[in-house]
């Protein structure tokens, strides 16, 4: 792309604010009232429901269910190991490691009367797991909207609107209250809401140049997902040492103190919940992972063995060598390739590799719930700026964004098809996504609020209080 295209790249502000505006109207109302009114009854759910769930404050205990039953067998100070008797005992799916109870321990020490542990228990107030799980949405959304911002600010200059600033800040708001793994993370009561606000902070610190800040939140995340510690190779591969050493400290202080608390019998008792996760995964239908989706074939000819609409508890599809090492295979391929993607002299401060690693992460697993996806809001706001620039890539990162934002539950249909693939539309969003990180990122701007004749609207103009243009050599 010539010099000349690539400044004309950048859109005016207020076209910019116009278009999202409009995106919003056209994805959020516009396609899932169209939904609403094709859809048989049965059929009419759409990720507003769950926006309505949100404002209202109704949470439910997916995430705190489990963790109650695995504190409740741990204070009761039963000889058997708490996964030996919660997971494969009673059939709980508790899959977090120890140090995930420090969450509802804290919860319950700050107000034990207004925890929800199941959804059995009625309160006259929202419980702290909705008021914390607000204050996370908030805090994903403040995050996403000032990497939005900050991004812009590098890449098309200062706005000078005000208002305009102010107006795409209420559109991010919006974005995050229609995205659906976000407020369905909410809806179901799962911790998923307290890893989406911190991995956004996580990654504002990363692009704000404070790496060892973004280390400590990310370490924060390990003791709730373990497989993000992976994190701490991708850093130390790129001698992102303040990272490396803030991830690493933050996990281990966290590790040390909970053998400390819970002991290591049930640390290593941990160990055979995650090879057992990692040989069967899940074949329920939001598990939008390699695994589901084979798991989803499978279940066409066996469906008593492969629950894909019907969720069981405690109930895992059977160990299958194709299903296991097929997804075996491609994770190691998407981790390998994440973490030997070499840095790109139009990717400063390794941005990009940053967002490639986190989704990475989250794509691999053998288990990504829908919930688990709420990571890539923060993420699409960076890859439009990119977008932006390169407007090939755009209509790629609509339709990514509109397959992960949405819920689409007239896939249902199709389960007992072979058709059954397109149930893991949110499974090729991400690809998509992905597939965008891992392209080259069109190069900076040498002075991308140059104007080459006269505009009715006013372009990101640079000030004389903020920094003097980017040129190549500073990106």
């Known amino acids: 792309m010539s010099t000349a295209a690539l400044q004309s790249a950048c859109p005016s502000s207020a076209a910019l604010t116009r278009s999202l505006a409009i995106f919003?109207?056209?994805?959020?109302?516009?396609?899932?009232?169209?939904?609403?009114?094709a859809s048989p009854s049965g059929y009419k759910e759409t990720v507003?429901?769950?926006?309505v769930d949100v404002l209202r404050g109704n949470g439910s205990d997916d995430s705190w269910g489990a963790?109650?039953?695995?504190?409740e067998h741990f204070e009761s100070r039963e000889p058997t190991p708490i996964y030996s008797d919660v997971f494969f005992g009673a059939k709980i799916k508790f899959q977090y490691p120890p140090s995930s109870l420090f969450a509802l321990m804290a919860m319950r020490w700050i107000a034990p009367d207004r925890v929800r542990m199941t959804d059995a228990d009625i309160y006259p107030w929202p419980t702290i797991n909705d008021t914390l799980g607000w204050l996370f949405i908030v805090l994903t959304a403040a995050a996403t909207a000032a990497l939005l911002e900050k991004r812009l600010f590098r890449f098309c200059g200062r706005d000078d609107r005000r208002v305009l600033v102010a107006a795409r800040i209420a559109l991010v708001a919006g974005f995050t209250l229609t995205f659906y793994p976000v407020v369905k993370a909410f809806s179901l009561g799962q911790i998923q809401v307290w890893i989406n606000g911190l991995f956004a902070l996580a990654l504002l610190c990363w692009v704000a140049g404070r790496h060892a800040g973004a280390g400590v939140l990310m370490g924060a995340v390990c003791l709730i997902k373990p497989h993000y510690a992976l994190f701490v190779l991708?850093?130390?591969?790129?001698?992102?040492w303040s990272f490396a050493f803030a991830c690493g400290a933050t996990g281990l202080v966290g590790l040390i103190a909970s053998v400390a608390v819970f002991g290591w019998v049930n640390h290593l008792d941990y160990l055979p919940v995650l090879s057992h996760l990692a040989e069967r995964g899940e074949a329920y239908y939001p598990n939008h992972s390699i695994n589901g989706l084979l798991n989803r074939l499978m279940a066409i000819g066996e469906p008593h063995l492969?629950?894909?609409?019907?969720?069981?508890?405690?109930?895992f599809p059977p160990f299958n060598r194709l299903v296991y090492?097929?997804?075996?295979?491609?994770?190691?391929?998407?981790?390998?390739?994440?973490?030997?993607?070499r840095n790109r002299d139009n990717d400063p401060g390794r941005v990009v590799d940053f967002c490639t690693m986190a989704v990475s992460c989250t794509v691999a697993s053998p288990i990504?719930?829908?919930h688990h996806y709420g990571v890539l809001l923060p993420v699409f706001a960076l890859v439009l700026v990119n977008a932006l620039r390169h407007r090939a890539w755009l209509p790629w990162l609509i339709a990514s964004y509109i397959l992960a934002s949405n819920y689409f539950i007239q896939t249902h249909f199709l389960a007992p098809t072979v058709w059954n693939v397109g149930q893991s539309y949110l499974l090729f969003a991400t690809w998509i996504l992905l597939a965008l990180l891992h392209l080259r990122p069109p190069p900076p701007l040498a002075a991308p609020w140059a104007n080459s004749g006269p505009r009715t609207e006013p372009r990101y103009t640079a000030s004389h209080s903020g920094p003097p243009p980017l040129v190549p050599s500073q990106a």
Do not use: K, P, V
């Open 24 to 37: 919003l109207l056209l994805n959020a109302l516009l396609l899932n009232g169209a939904l609403w009114l």
């Open 48 to 51: 507003l429901n769950h926006t």
């Open 67 to 71: 963790m109650a039953a695995a504190l």
């Open 234 to 240: 991708w850093a130390l591969l790129r001698r992102q």
């Open 306 to 315: 492969y629950n894909n609409l019907d969720w069981g508890d405690g109930a």
């Open 325 to 341: 090492w097929t997804t075996t295979i491609s994770s190691a391929a998407i981790l390998i390739l994440a973490l030997a993607r």
């Open 368 to 370: 990504a719930w829908e």
